[in-house]
């Protein structure tokens, strides 16, 4: 199993990015995804997920500038998130969680770094 994130980098503060997760070796339309953050000296939390049948869940810090959506025909989630704050800047790591099973699998991470 791998859960690839990609499309991190730098960005203003006001500016948008994009980041995506490929996973491979996982049916990815019955799992449960999720994008989470961690920030240095700081504990991962809870960005945003969305059920296999699309419900999503956002954190209160980043509702309404960010959307967490889902191709289970590329087997990719994905996490748009716009007017970017400097409190954003964290490593985003995407995560899988099988229903059925109760297995999870993180993804590497991808480093977002928002200047003010």
């Known amino acids: 199993v791998q859960l690839q994130a990609s499309g991190g980098g730098l960005v203003q503060a006001g500016g948008s990015l994009n980041v995506s997760c490929a996973a491979s070796?996982?049916?990815?339309?019955?799992?449960?995804m999720g994008w989470y953050r961690q920030s240095p000296g700081k504990q991962r939390e809870l960005v945003a997920t969305?059920?296999?049948?699309?419900?999503?869940n956002y954190a209160e810090s980043v509702k309404g500038r960010f959307t967490i959506s889902r191709d289970n025909a590329k087997n990719t989630v994905y996490l748009q998130m716009t007017s970017l704050k400097p409190e954003d800047t964290a490593v985003y790591y995407c995560?899988?969680?099988?229903?059925?099973?109760?297995?999870?699998?993180w993804g590497q991470g991808t480093l977002v770094t928002v200047s003010s």
């Open positions: 995560k899988s969680s099988n229903p059925f099973t109760r297995l999870e699998y």
């Open positions: 070796g996982i049916i990815l339309s019955i799992n449960r």
């Open positions: 969305i059920s296999s049948n699309r419900i999503t």
